[in-house]
């Protein structure tokens, strides 16, 4: 597929449904598989999509040290990568909330394009703030029915709702030269059911 966005073509798309949490960063962790330093992954979705729990997933595949968690508060963290065994190390994961930056100066301030080259940068909210650090990136968008949304589910309410329940739709589109001929992942293949109890 090619679709021209601005000066960037679109060289692959795939959308997939993730059942739940976990199978949502089994998927980071693919993703993790074909990201390297200078990589731009530029996340969006509304608020419990599950945009962290990819970069968990993410981080997962990339060896990095920390717990990845939302940086809403601190914007930026920064995890480095862990010693593999064979003594090699992978590229930095640079964890960027832009929730709450307003404008490119705000971006700028942060000088994400000094490590863009050495690591890989995750940034969350980050469409319409960051395209310009990397023409070459994925964009990730996450949806998550809620409410009238999901199927038989009742209303959305932040205090009954399992945060790690519920199918999320990802889309994923590979913009730039870098991405052309890179297989993007499927969904995760779903864990095997516990066997049946005998019966009594």
Same mark, same amino acid.
């Given at each position: 597929?090619?679709?021209?966005?601005?000066?960037?073509?679109?060289?692959?798309?795939?959308?997939?449904?993730?059942?739940?949490a976990d199978a949502?960063?089994?998927?980071?962790?693919?993703?993790?598989?074909?990201?390297?330093?200078?990589?731009?992954?530029? =996340?969006?979705?509304?608020? $419990? /999509?599950?945009?962290? %729990? *990819?970069?968990?997933?993410?981080?997962?595949? #990339? @060896?990095?040290?920390?717990?990845?968690?939302?940086?809403?508060?601190?914007i930026a963290?920064?995890?480095?990568? =862990?010693?593999?065994?064979? $003594? /090699?190390?992978?590229? %930095? *994961?640079?964890?960027?909330?832009?929730?709450? #930056? @307003?404008?490119?100066?705000?971006?700028?301030?942060?000088?994400?394009?000094?490590?863009?080259?050495?690591?890989?940068?995750?940034?969350?909210? $980050?469409?319409?703030?960051?395209?310009?650090?990397?023409?070459?990136?994925?964009?990730?968008?996450?949806?998550?029915?809620?409410?009238?949304?999901?199927?038989?589910?009742?209303?959305?309410?932040?205090?009954?709702?399992?945060?790690?329940?519920?199918?999320?739709?990802?889309?994923?589109?590979?913009?730039?030269?870098?991405?052309?001929?890179?297989?993007?992942?499927?969904?995760?293949?779903?864990?095997?059911?516990?066997?049946?109890?005998?019966?009594?």
């Amino acid at each position: 597929m090619s679709e021209q966005d601005g000066a960037t073509a679109t060289v692959a798309e795939t959308t997939v449904d993730l059942a739940d949490a976990d199978a949502t960063r089994a998927y980071g962790e693919a993703l993790a598989a074909l990201l390297r330093a200078g990589d731009l992954v530029v =996340l969006t979705g509304d608020l $419990g /999509a599950g945009k962290t %729990t *990819l970069t968990q997933g993410i981080g997962t595949g #990339l @060896g990095v040290r920390g717990a990845v968690a939302s940086p809403t508060f601190v914007i930026a963290r920064v995890h480095p990568p =862990l010693p593999r065994p064979d $003594g /090699a190390t992978g590229p %930095t *994961l640079v964890h960027v909330d832009a929730y709450r #930056l @307003g404008s490119l100066d705000e971006v700028d301030a942060l000088d994400l394009d000094t490590s863009l080259d050495e690591s890989v940068t995750v940034v969350e909210w $980050g469409e319409g703030l960051v395209e310009s650090l990397a023409d070459d990136r994925l964009e990730v968008a996450l949806r998550r029915p809620r409410g009238s949304d999901a199927a038989g589910a009742p209303p959305h309410t932040e205090d009954a709702e399992d945060a790690a329940a519920g199918v999320r739709t990802v889309t994923v589109r590979a913009r730039g030269e870098r991405w052309r001929g890179v297989a993007l992942p499927d969904a995760p293949a779903a864990a095997p059911a516990a066997p049946a109890a005998p019966p009594a």
